[in-house]
């Protein structure tokens, strides 16, 4: 069977994770969480103290941090390490979450990631998600996918998982950090999240989890 490179790009809080691990389990393909590794670089700069609007400590970032991924034996979830310690569960804290878009904003970070992605990806077979996955990791992707759903329903979902994880997070808060997660994003000079006119757009707003899931694997079924 033909493998493909399906791309899924858009917003934060959007449920591009868990959409694009579950349609990598439907085709048997490998799950990339491409976010993580922005995460595992932020984390890096935040426990050592580094600015990243000073290029001596960018350049100090880039020599000494490794992002990889292994699975856990016990959950078959895949999780993240930072230079071989796992950091799955310090990544997704809002210490992390509110620094991300900023160290993600750097050109030079963007370029060490975005070629361990690609590298990551050459084998084909792959479900990656992020936000420039479709325009500049993968811009020859077979299946560009852009997710969106609106803000209220996302801070909704985002407060659920943060409880499920038994983080207590104003409302308020989440809502304002994703919307400004988006502004960066979007709006940043570096590889902006934008949907690409080969994209196919998903609002999961009003549509059940399972629904997104088959809408993507339907379309990938096609082309492979
Ligand atoms: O996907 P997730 O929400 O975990 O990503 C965290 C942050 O990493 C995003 O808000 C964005 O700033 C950055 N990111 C990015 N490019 C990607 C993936 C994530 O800039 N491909």
Known sequence: MNKIVIAIDGYSGCGKSSTAKAVAKDLGYTYIDSGAMYRAAT???LDNFLSPTNPHDVEKALGSFEV????N???GQQETCLNGLNVEKKIRSMRVT????EIATIAAIRKALVAQQQKLGKKKGVVMDGR?????????AELKVFMTANLDTRTERRQQELLEKKEMV????I???LAERDRIDSSRSESPLKKMDDAIEIDTSEISFEEQVAEIVQVARQII
């Open 132 to 140: 420039d996955i479709g325009s500049v990791v993968f811009p020859d």
């Open 175 to 177: 809502r304002n950090n």
């Open 170 to 173: 104003k409302f308020e808060v």
């Open 73 to 75: 034996p016990d959950s």
């Open 68 to 71: 990889s991924f292994h699975t």
């Open 43 to 45: 984390l890096y700069f």
């Open 98 to 101: 509110e620094k991300v878009s």
